[in-house]
């Protein structure tokens, strides 16, 4: 869509804002409850500006992101203004307690909740990853040795295994583990079924840990993985190019810096531009000017064969996002606890 249309759009918004303030100005609770739903509902306008975003270029996606945050923030203060309105209105003339219907006029005026910050980013991904053709699967968090290591190409000597990162069980005599990467979910999915595959798999992980600022013994990541004939690394560059592009909703100056991982060949981390010293270098980026974002790779033809796929036929690219990091990135925070303290001065403020 050009540009004159985006611009359009925006008016509309605009447009549609001055109308919807002018009516909360005007409503009684009950209107009050109606508007509501009519601009953040599921079907409601905010709603549907918000589901068309993705069909925009990157730099009309950030002006018209830009707009839409405006409009919200325009129509929720105009709600909140309301009712506090309307409750100084009960306090000051009906003194009488008998007179208020606490379920339905007390209800309301509570501020709805929104997303917590982690789920909020993993439905971010997973839409993008979606309007680029790949599905969603699931994984179990319980897995054995085979799913998480052997058949990932974690030989029995690798450190990773070690008791001191992975928790292990004992489920009736077989030992069990607690899965330390999404990655087993690649296996699951390739055991049943042939190329070509383009899924990915979010889900919690477990390392045996203690917590720090930037450590936690439960996170979330998401897997990806594309299996199918003729599939090169600029397969894999472009989807994570344009991942990270409407993710942080702009361009950023990013990088592939070549890296090791048992289940990839070759194998690589990407790294965006640090956003607070913008490449120059400070305390948060370890004065690196860059920050890692992702690791990935080719997948290694040893995974291919430990499910029984054609390796010279089949091949393929696989990524791990870490869900938190992602979100820290994004919204510069530092310290990844804060996810996790239930803090609502926090939690409110995405
Ligand atoms: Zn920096």
Known sequence: ???????????????????????????????????????????????????????????????????????????????????????????????HHEKLSYSKDFCFPFPKGSLHPIIQTIQDIIAIFKSLGFAVVDGPELETDWYNFEALNIPEDHPSRDVQDTFYLNENG???????????????????????????????????????????????????????????????????????????????????????????????????QCNFCKGKGCKICKNLGWMEVLGCGMVHPNVLKSVNYDFQKYIGYA??????RITMLKHNINDIRLFYENDLRFLKQF
């Not at 589901?51 to 203060?77: C, H, M, T, W």
């Not at 894999?236 to 409407?246: G, S």
């Not at 990524?319 to 938190?324: A, D, L, N, R």
């Open 1 to 95: 869509m050009d540009i004159v249309n985006i611009n359009e759009l925006i008016g509309n918004i605009e447009l549609f804002v001055n109308k919807i303030c002018g009516k909360i100005k005007k409503s009684d609770i009950k209107e009050l409850r109606i508007l509501k739903t009519k601009c953040f509902g599921k079907n409601g306008i905010i709603t549907n500006f918000s589901k068309s975003l993705p069909q925009y270029n990157v730099s009309d996606r950030k002006k018209f992101g830009l707009q839409l945050n405006k409009a919200k923030k325009i129509l929720e203060d105009a709600i909140v203004k309301r009712i506090e309105k309307s409750k100084s209105v009960y306090r000051d003339s009906e003194p």
């Open 174 to 272: 077989i030992k069990k583990l607690l899965r330390t990467h999404t990655s087993p979910g690649q296996i699951h999915i390739m055991e049943k079924q042939l190329p070509p595959i383009k899924i990915i798999v979010p889900g919690r992980v477990y390392r045996n840990e203690t917590s720090d600022a930037s450590h936690s013994s439960i996170f979330y990541q998401i897997e990806g993985l594309e299996i199918s004939e003729n599939i090169t690394f600029m397969d894999l560059k472009a989807v994570l190019v344009e991942f990270i592009n409407r993710f942080f909703m702009s361009e950023l100056n990013l990088r592939f810096r070549p890296s090791y991982f048992q289940f990839t060949e070759p194998s690589a981390e990407v790294d965006i």
């Open 319 to 324: 990524f791990g996002i870490g869900v938190e």
